[in-house]
């Protein structure tokens, strides 16, 4: 039984679920004994929760909390209702704040709003304790209530915003404004004062809350409630990829407006046998899928592209045949709760086929004599080398995912100046490039890289070199170029960013690379648009979000608007409805990387054509007749674009 948050009858004590919700009693705040009370919640939890020691005051009641009314926050309880800041000035916080409002579920039309708060707060109180964690929660006069939830390690605005909003998502009485400005975040914590002439009261023993105080969560209690929360953050990023002129064109309706994607020559009758087998088993390889919410969602998919429908999958689920996929939606509370569960699934899937078919993925384009994969990606025609023998897959994904938590924990500090834009871009591409790897080795070649990044190669080149030089690095070059073979570099997490590493990111989107429209719009331009979905941002969040200047910031959404692909609505900007590609084609991108692909091809030749000269020079044990003369063949030299490029062959470029 959770043991936070969820206290039905306004007092403190372990939580409850079957009581009478208490109406609002006016006044009661106003007792010596409840004033005393409140002095002592406050004195308790205000400092520890607040993220820069300063509090706001609301003299209207506690609907407004002013920046100009700001103070210093102290144990003692302000007269007037008061409010701590969730983030501190970097943008971070150790707090999860759940502000489960009754207005929001009258405007939801609940019959009793005061039950239906009481209940969304008892199932976020379940689900922080099935993921291993531990809160407290308090009440307002008026019936409101709130969830906190601490954290051993300070998580950035980005995380926190999207976990807020897939919680918004899941709980209807939940507003999750408090977690959605970094600036300007605020909640009232237990012990302030209330408009309704009371205090926020404590739902948990002192003492619990004193333990959950000294004992944040960690990482692990993280992960699990990422993944609790998968089918919300992926519907997020299904409305923010999905794209709209495409759909029109080759979605359809079922008979319950469910979306469906036609096959041509009809539906298969069933899945592969693999995703055959997890929907009947529900085993499935960590290997493959590192959580039952992934692989869940690969079999959807795989009904998807199948070309079934929704009530397909129902009544699969409904018969009996796939009890393995039944028992991955069996921790949601009801029937209609798994069936929005399910249906969520289903429009994510239907964007992520919809994005594959399209282009909008990666696409394997068959095989290179030397086994690696040509592939395709967002207009780029890349060779991907297979991962040495004896890497385990798994481990594998998850050590990239840990360096990308770390690199996005150091990024906005690590690098300033000039150059850190460019290193940030040179990060993305290696980070996409063990992506498509599948492993944290990485023998792409430079160019490839460059392709990635969006840059020049010879400045891809300098910035390895800064980077594999750095105290303390992101990479390590484990095998200097030869022959052939280009400069080979494992992806390492510093010691210094150990810790930041065990935290998980949810990252929106794809991991890594820089969609190349923006060789023509900039790297700033593509650090902002990263940030960008479906929920409006607001400017100066963004500027704690990307770090970088708020000047820079301005320009590169005006830039980015005028292509379509930002826009501003009421409370910040979101992504706008154009199309990367189709602004990539209108500003001439896919010609100047054909110059530049044949650019690449040219230098290969050289260079094998070079390397064909060196082995002249390799003794042998009856040295054959050379028809090029030894003096021709030392004038020659190098291609000269290797003086300025000394990092290794160019890799092969598709044409």
């Given at each position: 039984m959770p043991k936070f948050g969820v206290s039905n009858t306004g007092e403190t004590g372990i939580a409850v679920t079957d009581n009478l919700i208490p109406r609002p009693r006016h006044g009661e705040g106003y007792s010596g004994e409840g004033t005393l009370k409140?002095?002592?919640?406050?004195?308790?939890?205000?400092?520890?929760?607040?993220?820069?020691?300063r509090v706001r005051l609301s003299h209207d009641g506690g609907r407004n909390y002013p920046r100009h009314l700001e103070r210093e926050l102290t144990v003692r309880l302000p007269l007037?209702?008061?409010?701590?800041?969730?983030?501190?000035?970097?943008?971070?916080?150790?707090?999860?704040?759940?502000?489960?409002?009754?207005?929001?579920?009258?405007?939801?039309?609940?019959?009793?709003?005061?039950?239906?708060?009481?209940?969304?707060?008892?199932?976020?109180?379940?689900?922080?304790?099935?993921?291993?964690g531990r809160g407290f929660g308090d009440i307002s006069p008026n019936g409101g209530r709130h969830g906190y939830v601490l954290w051993a390690a300070p998580l950035p605005y980005r995380e926190m915003r999207q976990i807020a909003l897939a919680l918004a998502r899941r709980y209807p009485t939940l507003d999750p404004?408090?977690?959605?400005?970094?600036?300007?975040?605020?909640?009232?914590?237990p012990g302030s004062w209330h408009r309704s002439r009371g205090h926020q009261k404590l739902t948990t023993p002192l003492v619990h809350v004193r333990q959950v105080l000294a004992n944040p969560c960690g990482p692990d209690v993280w992960s699990a409630l990422i993944d609790a929360l998968m089918p919300e953050l992926e519907a997020i990023e299904a409305e923010q990829e999905t794209p709209v002129s495409m759909a029109a064109a080759v979605w359809q309706m079922d008979e319950q407006h469910?979306?469906?994607?036609?096959?041509a020559g009809g539906p298969l009758p069933r899945l592969s046998p693999r995703l055959e087998e997890i929907a009947a088993s529900g085993k499935f390889d960590q290997r493959d899928y590192a959580s039952p919410s992934e692989a869940r969602q690969a079999v959807v998919a795989g009904a998807v592209a199948c070309g079934w429908q929704l009530a397909d999958v129902s009544a699969r689920l409904a018969g009996g045949d796939w009890s393995g996929m039944a028992s991955f939606y069996a921790r949601y509370k009801d029937d209609r709760t798994r069936a929005e569960r399910l249906r969520a699934d289903w429009k994510n899937a239907i964007a992520w086929v919809t994005g594959r078919e399209f282009g909008r993925d990666v696409h394997t384009r068959g095989r290179t004599h030397s086994g690696g994969s040509k592939v395709e990606l967002e207009g780029l025609r890349l060779t991907v080398e297979p991962a040495p023998r004896g890497m385990d897959a798994g481990t594998e994904r998850q050590q990239i995912l840990r360096w990308n938590s770390a690199m996005r924990a150091a990024e906005r500090y690590r690098w300033a100046g000039p150059r850190a834009v460019t290193i940030r871009r040179v990060l993305r591409a290696l980070l996409k490039a063990a992506q498509l790897r599948n492993c944290?080795?990485?023998?792409?070649?430079?160019?490839?890289?460059?392709?990635?990044?969006?840059?020049?190669?010879?400045?891809?080149?300098?910035?390895?070199?800064?980077?594999?030089?750095?105290?303390?690095?992101?990479?390590?070059l484990i095998q200097v170029h030869h022959g052939e073979r280009a400069d080979t570099y494992r992806l390492i997490i510093p010691q210094g960013y150990a810790e930041a590493a065990e935290w998980r990111r949810w990252q929106p989107g794809k991991l890594g690379g820089i969609h190349p429209v923006f060789r023509i719009l900039g790297g700033t331009g593509a650090l902002v648009w990263e940030q960008l979905n479906s929920e409006p941002t607001r400017t100066t969040d963004l500027h704690t979000l990307v770090g970088i200047s708020p000047t820079a910031v301005t320009t590169a959404l005006t830039t980015l608007a005028e292509h379509g692909l930002a826009e501003r609505r009421r409370g910040g900007w979101i992504r706008g409805p154009a199309d990367p590609l189709r602004v990539a084609k209108q500003l001439g991108v896919p010609e100047l990387l054909v110059d530049i692909m044949a650019r690449y091809r040219q230098q290969r030749a050289e260079w094998h054509a070079f390397l064909s000269v060196i082995e002249a020079f390799v003794p042998t044990l009856e040295p054959p007749e050379y028809p090029i003369p030894l003096q021709e063949i030392a004038d020659a030299g190098p291609p000269p674009w290797m003086d300025a490029e000394p990092h290794g062959p160019p890799q092969p470029v598709l044409g």
């Open positions: 409140a002095n002592e919640e406050w004195a308790l939890c205000a400092p520890a929760l607040g993220a820069r020691g007037s209702p008061a409010a701590v800041y969730v983030y501190d000035t970097s943008g971070h916080t150790r707090l999860l704040a759940a502000d489960f409002d009754i207005s929001r579920a009258v405007r939801r039309g609940a019959q009793d709003p005061y039950a239906a708060v009481a209940a969304d707060a008892a199932d976020f109180a379940a689900l922080v304790h099935a993921c291993g404004q408090p977690m959605l400005g970094s600036t300007d975040g605020v909640i009232r914590p469910d979306r469906w994607l036609p096959r944290t080795v990485i023998a792409f070649g430079v160019r490839h890289l460059a392709l990635l990044a969006g840059l020049d190669e010879s400045t891809v080149a300098k910035t390895l070199k800064l980077l594999r030089e750095e105290h303390d690095p992101f990479i390590n």
